[in-house]
Every structure is written in C-alpha cells, then in structure tokens.
C-alpha cells in the first residue's frame, strides 16, 4: 500500500520543481532582425531576457561594451503592435498576451550602419513563459510568503497556465474541425455542380446529334 502513496509523493515533487530555463545565442549583423514566434493562450505572461556582445577584432572574442543596444518589437497574432522600445545591451522585457495565437518577437541592434553589415554581434537570449516567468523569489519577499505558502502558489499557478493550455488547444481543434468540415462541403458542393454541368453537357450533346441525324435522315 505504500508504493501508491510514494509514487503521487513524487510526482508532487516533481511538479513543485523550479520549470527548465530556456536559452539560447545567436550572432547576427548590427543591421539584422532576428524574430521568434511564441504560440501562447490569452492572458500569458511573457518575459524575455537578452544580452548583447560585440566582437573584438583584437581579442578575437565577443565582449560587453556600452553603446550596443536593441530594439525589441513584439507584434500580437493580429499583426497589431504590443511593444515596440529601445532597450541597453543588457536588459529585460515583459508583456502580457490578450489573445491567443502566435507572437511575433523581433530583435533588432539600435545601429545606424544601414549600407554596411556593421560588427559582429552576440545576443544570449532567454523566453520565459506562464509561471515561469514570475520572479518567486521577488514574489516571496514581498508578499513574506513561507516555503510552503511559496510552493504551494507555484503549484496553482502551474495548474492555472495548463488549464490555459488545454483551454487552447481545445479552441484550436474546434477551429481546424470547423476548417475541414467547411472544406469538405466545398468539394462535395463542387463535385455536385461538376456531375451537373457533365450531365447537362452530355443532354445538350444527345439533343445536338439526335436533331443532326433526323435532319440528315438518318434516323
């Protein structure tokens, strides 16, 4: 009987873990633009954290140095602009999604070389999204929450953004049934008016040839 209660025990504390970081660099030009798509459900936190490095010809390395910035612009699924700043070449930017669908993310170094490929840059980029994206310890010593009154909230809040999740996919899934049920009356709609139009074509040529013969005489 102790095996169960040891297996959900576990399962718990797995789902209490701090969610993965994900990050990652990319090098681009001072007049690139990098974009990324986030697919997210309506009312999701998003927070992104970059920094920019410019190489150095002498060192051969990529370095921090003042003066390199980056724009960020981020564009909701309707093509409608949520942010659009200019930011250090270290920094943060956080939004909140008010409809569900694809996010446009896009990066672009605040250079002014527009004819030249300019220097070479490193950008380290990492996207946070849901519950992730809240600071708990920050959240912690605000709200002077316990360990457990901490982790406890992080579990809600996970629970919250899978119901969001699910919640999407379910609208998805009902917008692609609707698509192939909207397509599939259409091919059958135009294999109807196909079969129409041969069988009028075919009464049209048996009338043509029947007055032929019977002018000919042959009938």
């Known amino acids: 009987m102790a095996r169960p209660e040891r297996g959900i025990l576990v399962l718990l504390l797995l789902t209490l873990l701090p969610g993965p970081l994900f990050s990652l660099y990319f090098h681009m030009w001072e007049t690139d633009v990098k974009c990324f798509v986030e697919e997210v459900p309506d009312e999701t936190m998003i927070n992104g954290k970059y920094k920019v490095e410019l190489y150095d010809d002498k060192t051969e390395q990529f370095v921090s140095k003042q003066g390199v910035g980056m724009h960020v612009e981020i564009k909701d699924p309707d093509k409608k602009q949520i942010l659009s700043k200019y930011y250090q070449n270290e920094g943060q930017f956080t939004f909140t999604t008010h409809i569900p669908g694809e996010h446009f993310i896009c990066l672009s170094p605040n250079s002014t070389r527009w004819f030249s490929g300019g220097n070479r840059l490193r950008v380290h980029l990492s996207i946070d999204v849901g519950e992730h994206a809240n ?85």
């Not at 379910?170 to 069988?199: D, G, M």
């Open 135 to 219: 600071d708990y310890k920050q959240i912690q010593a605000k709200e002077k929450l316990s360990e457990l009154q901490l982790r406890v909230r992080q579990l809600l809040e996970q629970v919250e953004q899978i119901t969001k999740e699910q919640n999407y996919q379910r609208t998805r899934e009902e917008r692609f049934r609707y698509t192939s049920e909207t397509t599939n009356t259409r091919v059958l709609w135009w294999a109807v008016a196909q079969t129409s139009i041969l069988l009028l074509v075919g009464a049209w040529q048996m009338r043509h040839l029947k007055g032929f013969f019977e002018a000919k005489k042959l009938v």
